[in-house]
């Protein structure tokens, strides 16, 4: 499996990016496609996942309103992210069972 992510980028508060991650490979509905992100000198967080068929989401409180995760039926998973503030600056990782991408970096200015 491999996971690749883009759409990172420098944005202002108050900004929107939107992340792709284009997953292939061997890929079983047991497993959900997700999104962590990990800010300079922390440790990476959770930050949504939905379900293989996109039935469910949960998002972590702190983007919750904000962000929004979807999947289209070739496999990429987007994180539509709104309203962007400088705190949610950090690396963002593709997430799928134990599998991670290389990551694409969210900088949002103040």
């Known amino acids: 499996v491999q996971l690749v992510e883009s759409g990172g980028g420098l944005v202002q508060a108050g900004g929107s990016l939107r992340l792709s991650c284009k997953a292939s490979?061997?890929?079983?509905?047991?497993?959900?496609l997700g999104w962590f992100r990990q800010a300079p000198g922390k440790e990476r967080e959770f930050v949504a996942v939905?379900?293989?068929?996109?039935?469910?989401t949960e998002y972590a409180d702190s983007v919750k309103g904000r962000f929004t995760i979807s999947r289209d039926n070739k496999n990429t998973l987007y994180l539509q992210m709104n309203s962007l503030e400088p705190e949610d600056t950090a690396v963002y990782y593709c997430?799928?069972?134990?599998?991670w991408g290389k990551g694409t970096l969210v900088t949002v200015s103040s």
């Open positions: 490979g061997s890929l079983f509905a047991n497993y959900a």
């Open positions: 939905g379900s293989w068929n996109g039935d469910s």
């Open positions: 997430n799928y069972y134990y599998y």
